[in-house]
């Protein structure tokens, strides 16, 4: 599993909590919860492990200590995680629906097509599902007439050119090494909105938190697999395969 995936994150809040905790009946939810969480694949999983192990109520006394790891207790924690899944799974089908109608109708500018592919590939691909960007990015993509408002905004705004990588402070979004012809263009993009980033422009900032978000989810998951040349390969030929059945404006647009 990423160490930014869902997975992860809750596995690691929930094996601290058990650490802190003297109580059988607390360890006896959390370890199953644990081992539920742990083989999860997609949101709907993670959403339907929480909701098996249900957690004691935050009001139910505790015979030895609190059900409580730092300021949260448990019943908390997982209510707000069951929460926030859900309401993912109940906005993914409007962020796939989105996305697929932009492909199939094509009405968008050419620059924007990188973008497009880039938030197709991780709506429908489940390792990216399950980073926890997740949540921004499909509520993003959720609010249709507000995402395609920044999709203009984007394309509005006039290519700025990238400095030199060594001119780039160390670890930055622009620093690093390209995974692959799309994703390079997706960076190129984002340099364009950030170097133009207006605070006082809502549509500047959502801009910005979209091309965050995606370039994020995309990069961090195949930076953690295991073979990282082998996905990359695998990456560019998928792309590659997925953008030659799109055409824009009658041409047909290659990776």
């Avoid at 109708?105 to 050419?110: M, T």
């Amino acid at each position: 599993m990423s160490k930014n995936s869902l997975n992860t994150q809750y596995i690691s809040w929930l094996t601290r909590f058990m650490e802190r905790s003297s109580e059988y009946s607390v360890k006896g939810i959390v370890r199953p919860l644990i081992t539920g969480l742990s083989t999860a694949t997609s949101l709907e999983e993670l959403l339907q492990a929480i909701q098996r192990h249900p957690p004691l109520k935050s009001d139910e006394p505790s015979s030895s200590s609190p059900v409580v790891y730092g300021p949260i207790n448990l019943h908390d924690q997982l209510s707000k995680w069951q929460k926030q899944l859900q309401e993912a799974v109940n906005k993914y089908p409007a962020a796939k629906k989105t996305l697929t109608e932009l492909l199939e109708k094509q009405q968008f500018p050419l620059p924007l097509l990188p973008l497009i592919v880039l938030l197709n590939k991780i709506i429908n691909t489940s390792k990216f599902q399950l980073h926890c960007r997740i949540f921004s990015l499909i509520a993003h993509l959720s609010a249709e007439e507000e995402f395609l408002e920044v999709l203009d905004f984007i394309a509005s705004l006039k290519e700025t050119p990238q400095l030199p990588k060594e001119s780039l402070p160390s670890g930055s979004f622009l620093a690093q090494n390209p995974i692959n012809t799309n994703h390079q263009q997706c960076l190129a993009l984002l340099n364009t909105v950030a170097t133009q980033y207006n605070e006082k422009n809502k549509l500047s900032g959502l801009a910005n938190g979209l091309l965050q978000d995606s370039l994020l989810i995309y990069q961090e998951t195949l930076s953690e697999e295991t073979d990282l040349s082998y996905e990359v390969r695998l990456s560019c030929q998928e792309e590659k395969e997925e953008t030659q059945q799109v055409i824009v404006n009658n041409y047909c647009v290659l990776f």
